[in-house]
């Protein structure tokens, strides 16, 4: 037993008495002299070359001792960790080494455990819940944008520009007769009415045909982003090269057989409705879920140790890291770019990490009470799973995720099916006519202010 004693001392704080044997430590010095030997140099041996017991004698009996400790240690406090049946959050601290030497080692230390937690109801909870319902305009507009997505690009060669073409065009602008930078480009393709180019750029090309050269008398807004253009009027010497069309092909059944498995466009329709109606209930689904889960996390009483916290945003920020590097990027790098601090995003993110610890704790606590579990069976279905996903055999995944975790992965998702399955979903509430105009209206602003404005440049 390495074990010797376990005792609370503070609120989630233990300090164990440990021991590590004679033998096991002797096994760690022999360890400890092998992996430094070779960097250790004692008179009439070359470096490397001297038996352990001379090292010993010449350097002092606990040369190795250190050493040894680190090695020997971490088995030992795994031991007694299970004896103890505790469930350390963080790494062990306060050391007091008692003894060390050939009889063995006595210590102490201590340890930050899982709190103790009392826990709300989590059966019978109420969260609104949408209703899910697919329009016939919905079905409509998923309909337009795959005749979108199928559009041909024409020539058209027999009219004047008209708005929503797309014309081919070399252009160079002058502020005073002098060419500015960035107001110049050759055979640029560019959509009438998108709002790409300045306020008039665009809507003067229009009624122009193939092979003129004109000019276009435009003025920059003031709060252009080049100071020297900014207000200025300028002119764009423009010559029109080609006009195309985007040709929308006919929504009928030929068309439903060109793009997808159906003969007809009423079964194109329906199976449109079908996927936007499964799209639209898991959407519900989640979201009814995720209040029900932020129920269970806000009943939770309880001291929680700040290192879970800190370990929580820890990981909410390498879960940031890598979605920041998907896109080129590093959290370093987007630090600089923003001038934020590392600190004030870490205190962003400590109400949503106390929340995630205390789901986990809540999760924990009810598989105890319920007494879930995993058979054989559903831990092989949850490694074939990953093994599917990441194309890898199931042996690989079983080196990378442990027993224990794809085990705690499938009684986690059990009660939380269990706090679903067991809660009622109401009809949102009405709001009057008056506030949710004020509301739509405030939110037409948010949006307003949210969006960024569209590009005003030569290009």
Same mark, same amino acid.
């Given at each position: ?74 088995? *030992? ?47 019978? @909870? ?24 199928? *559009? ?32 110049? *480009?050759?055979?640029?393709? @560019? ?73 007809? !466009? ?17 959407? *519900? ?7 029900? @889960? ?29 979605? @920041? ?33 205390? !789901? ?57 099916? !269990? ?41």
């Amino acid at each position: 037993m390495s074990l010797k004693s376990c005792e609370k001392t503070g609120t989630n704080e233990v300090t164990i008495e440990l021991s590590i044997s004679a033998e096991a430590f002797a096994d760690a010095n022999v360890k400890a002299y092998n992996k430094v030997k070779k960097n250790i140099s004692v008179p009439g041996f070359r470096k490397g070359k001297a038996p352990k017991a001379f090292i010993e004698k010449y350097y002092g009996e606990g040369v190795f001792y250190d050493d040894a400790l680190e090695i020997a240690f971490p088995e *030992a406090y795994e031991a007694a960790v299970e004896e103890a049946g505790i469930d350390p959050v963080d790494n062990p601290f306060d050391f007091d080494i008692k003894s060390v030497g050939k009889d063995g080692v006595e210590l102490s230390c201590k340890v930050t455990v899982k709190p103790e937690i009392e826990l709300g109801e989590y059966k019978g @909870l109420k969260a609104e819940k949408e209703a899910v319902a697919v329009t016939a305009e919905e079905v409509e507009a998923e309909l337009k944008k795959k005749q979108d997505d199928n *559009a041909r690009i024409v020539d058209v060669d027999d009219r004047a520009v008209a708005d929503g073409d797309i014309v081919t065009i070399d252009y160079e602008g002058f502020n005073d007769g002098v060419a500015f930078d960035g107001g110049k *480009a050759e055979e640029f393709d @560019l959509t009438i009415g998108s709002g790409q180019f300045i306020p008039g750029f665009e809507e003067k090309i229009i009624g122009h045909n193939i092979g003129e050269e004109f000019d276009i008398d435009v003025t920059f807004p003031e709060e252009y982003h080049a100071e020297d253009l900014a207000g200025k009027p300028v002119v764009f010497k423009i010559k029109l090269h080609g006009i195309k069309v985007r040709e929308l092909p006919e929504l009928d059944d030929e068309f439903v057989k060109d793009i997808s498995e159906f003969d007809t !466009l009423d079964e194109l329709k329906a199976d449109i409705e079908k996927k936007m109606t499964e799209a639209k209930q898991a959407n *519900a689904d989640r979201d009814f879920e995720s209040k029900l @889960l932020d129920m269970v996390a806000e009943s939770v009483k309880g001291e929680i140790p700040e290192c879970m916290i800190e370990k929580a945003i820890d990981d909410m920020i390498q879960d940031m890291d890598y979605r @920041l590097r998907m896109q080129g990027l590093d959290f370093k790098t987007y630090l600089m770019y923003t001038g934020m601090d590392e600190k004030v995003v870490r205190e962003q993110y400590k109400a949503q990490a106390e929340k995630d610890v205390k !789901l986990m704790l809540a999760i924990e606590k009810i598989v105890a009470i319920e007494g879930l579990d995993a058979t054989e069976d559903e831990i092989n279905e949850h490694y074939q799973k990953f093994a599917d996903g990441y194309g890898m055999a199931i042996e690989e995944i079983k080196k990378v995720v442990s027993e224990k975790t794809a085990k705690n992965d499938i009684t986690s998702k059990k009660a939380i099916d !269990l706090i679903v399955e067991n809660a009622k979903a109401t009809k949102p509430r009405k709001t009057a006519a008056k506030k949710t105009t004020t509301k739509k209206t405030a939110k037409k602003a948010e949006d307003a202010a949210e969006a960024p404005a569209a590009e005003e440049s030569a290009e």
